[in-house]
């Protein structure tokens, strides 16, 4: 019996934009996948609704793959794939596989042989990356930095420090509810000339990319409470 495929598809990184973000390849993937890996429930059948394919939501098979699911219920949830079944990975936002939970059902695709499909589709890594003017040569992303402020004041200082050394971008986040704390570490603790970039929000109507020195946004400080956000330093 042939094998599914496993098939990662973006989803939107802002609500209400898939008219102009998400590609047709998406559209004609989802419209032919009846088994999803979701890593949120009600923002996959919302993210499916929002699509209009004509799809009956309930006929549907979801289970769900988050930071919680042990990697010893992986291969249960891919057992559809050993049976010829295709599967469709969904993250909360975004693209699956990249600071996300889905990189386990690729990890376990890989290692049985299964073809792994990845579908182009927003990222805001790279998006941010694009619009920060900074390298695209030489980037790191690093996800989410320390919660403790001691521990995530030392990574700064070592990113920075790297970027110096090895003249390299680096990329990082946070749980949007503490975006204000992990800004006012980076400027109390990076170099007044280090810049920043600030990308909120984006593929939105209120999408906000900017670049500054830290020394710059400490005059002018963003409010990024419970705002979507990706930042990237970059020291000389």
């Known amino acids: 019996?042939?094998?599914?495929?496993?098939?990662?598809?973006?989803?939107?990184?802002?609500?209400?934009?898939?008219?102009?973000?998400?590609?047709?390849q998406v559209r004609e993937v989802i419209?032919?996948?009846?088994?999803?890996?979701v890593e949120n429930?009600?923002?996959?059948?919302?993210?499916?609704?929002?699509?209009?394919?004509?799809i009956n939501i309930e006929e549907l098979h979801l289970e769900i793959l988050d930071k919680d699911t042990p990697p010893e219920q992986i291969a249960r949830l891919m057992v559809p794939l050993l049976q010829g079944v295709d599967i469709g990975v969904i993250s909360e936002a975004g693209c699956p596989g990249i600071a996300?939970?889905?990189?386990?059902?690729v990890a376990y695709a890989h290692q049985k042989g299964i073809q792994v499909v990845p579908i182009s589709g927003p990222s805001s890594m790279f998006l941010a990356l694009m619009g920060s003017g900074f390298s695209?040569?030489?980037?790191?992303?690093?996800?989410?930095?320390?919660?403790?402020?001691?521990?995530?004041?030392?990574?700064?200082k070592k990113l920075e420090q790297e970027s110096i050394r090895e003249k390299r971008a680096q990329l990082f986040m946070e749980t949007p509810?503490?975006?204000?704390?992990?800004?006012a570490d980076a400027l109390s603790t990076l170099a007044p000339?280090?810049?920043?970039c600030i990308a909120k929000n984006l593929t939105a109507?209120?999408?906000?990319?900017?670049?500054k020195t830290i020394a710059d946004w400490k005059i002018h400080p963003l409010d990024l409470h419970k705002v979507p956000t990706v930042f990237i330093l970059q020291a000389f």
């Open 193 to 196: 000339h280090t810049k920043l």
């Open 1 to 24: 019996m042939p094998q599914g495929k496993l098939f990662l598809i973006p989803n939107v990184l802002a609500e209400n934009t898939a008219m102009e973000v998400i590609s047709p």
């Open 205 to 211: 109507a209120d999408e906000l990319i900017q670049t």
């Open 31 to 37: 419209a032919h996948t009846t088994y999803f890996l």
């Open 136 to 156: 695209g040569q030489s980037f790191a992303f690093h996800g989410y930095l320390p919660i403790n402020k001691k521990e995530r004041a030392a990574t700064l």
């Open 100 to 105: 996300d939970p889905g990189a386990l059902a």
């Open 41 to 54: 429930l009600r923002t996959a059948r919302r993210y499916i609704s929002s699509l209009k394919l004509g």
């Open 177 to 183: 509810f503490r975006n204000n704390q992990l800004l």
